[in-house]
């Protein structure tokens, strides 16, 4: 069974009087463990499947199966328990709030989950020890560099252990260097075995997942791995 099992999702979007289809009978099936990233020009459905993905956004018709589960028709709390569970969110602009410390910024999720404040502080170290930001814990978003800002936007995006880790543009905001570095950290969690979906729209990016799918009107026009490249 795939870990991700899309069956013909339509979504449109409503501006006044017209109704304008943004995914169109899309098909997609993920194993556990892959990494897939998704590119196309802007309006092309892309950022719409990825907030599908993470049940930010429900379709309008069709199927989302996530590690076997159909989620289409679960409610706003076991569609949130789930999410919590499952997904971790990566996004080009860090999301971290200014006045919270890397540290409790990386242990959002917890709290949100209900989570001990000594079990918090754990975690949070042990994330920030693997991803070289102990040094950086009492340090607030303004005082770290962009690459650093966004390690720390990946450890909380990790920190509840997700099986699923969705990057939205992850580099889109760091000059060469530091997205350089958040790339090799995502390709590392993705051999831990973290399934990876990266939107963007950098080709040289795009071509280091080792599957690539290219969307375009809301549907899917490519998909090619470097297993078919083998065969």
Known sequence: MAFIEIQNVSKSFRSGNTSRGVLKNVNL?????EFVSIAGFTGSGKSTLLNMLGLLDKPDRGIYRLAGIETTELGEERRAKLRREQIGFVFQSFHLISRLSAQENIELPMLLEGVVPRERQRLAREVMERLSL???????????????????AIARAIVMRPSLLLADEPTGNLDSHSGGEAMALLEELNRSGITLLMVTHDPSLGGRARRRIRMADGKITADASDDDARR
């Open 29 to 33: 099936s993920v194993d556990e463990g």
């Open 134 to 152: 102990a040094d950086r814990a009492h340090h607030q978003p303004g005082q770290l560099s962009g690459g650093q800002r966004q390690r720390v």
